[in-house]
């Protein structure tokens, strides 16, 4: 503590000796004036520094938000599975909106993605490749539907294939689906993806689509709960 009391008599002094020698205002100009000088000198290196302090923090930054991507798709990957045998579907498909190289939350989407999915053993393979970066032109209609109405079913009856022509046709073409059933993934202001369960097969009418949509209901806020938590 003495020495504490010391220290604080010596500054008081100094302080008490620069303000009557050249008074606060001059000693702060010159203070001022010697870091300017510093500053001119050293300008490059200053900078140098900042922008390498900058880099390893957005360095950081990204590791981290890919960590949280990593940790997202383990989690995800398990929900969907049980989502694909809850409802007895042959595959599901796990979409997501962007307009560039990462999605954003609220902002319009130009493009549709493939991120996951997961098949029954027996389910024929596709062609993963031309599920990426649909275009948005190809899904508008469905997706302002799913943004109204959170799920479409389309049993491969007349009524789905006129009203959402290029949707039929291209699931139907690419991966050889009968049946399926969109699912809106919905964000903070807008929709983050969707999720699309398929069956490659008809079954007339035995499928049982209100217990197919009870699990659905049950399952997508836990998937929508999981999204939002590693949504920055």
């Known amino acids: 503590m003495a020495y504490i009391l010391d220290k604080l008599k010596v500054l008081s002094e100094t302080v008490a000796m620069i303000e009557e020698k050249l008074g606060i205002f001059k000693f702060i100009q010159y203070c001022l004036f010697l870091l300017a000088m510093y500053v001119s000198f ?54 997501e909106y962007h307009n560039s190289t990462e999605n954003f939350v609220g902002i319009p989407f130009k493009y549709a993605n493939l991120v996951l999915s997961n098949q ?34 389309n049993k491969g009856n007349p009524e789905f294939y006129s009203k959402h022509p290029e ?12 049946q399926q059933v969109f699912i809106n993934l919905p964000g903070v202001n807008s929709p983050m993806g969707m999720i699309v369960l398929e069956w490659m097969e008809e079954d007339g009418n035995t499928r049982s689509w209100p217990d197919i949509i009870s699990k659905i209901n049950s399952g997508v806020p836990r998937i929508n709960a999981l999204i939002s938590k590693y949504t920055p």
Do not use: W
């Open 42 to 95: 050293n300008f490059t290196s200053i900078v140098e520094n900042v922008m390498r302090i900058q880099t390893e923090l957005a360095k950081k930054e990204h590791e981290k938000r890919l960590c949280m991507r990593d940790d997202l798709m383990t989690e995800l990957s398990k929900l969907l599975v049980e989502l694909r045998s809850g409802t007895d579907a042959d595959r599901v498909l796990y979409f």
């Open 120 to 153: 029954k053993y027996e389910c024929p393979s596709y062609d993963v490749s031309k599920y990426r970066d649909i275009n948005s032109g190809l899904i508008s209609g469905i997706y302002d539907e799913l943004r109204r109405s959170n799920i479409i079913i």
């Open 167 to 178: 949707i039929h046709e291209f699931f139907s073409s690419q991966d050889g689906s009968k």
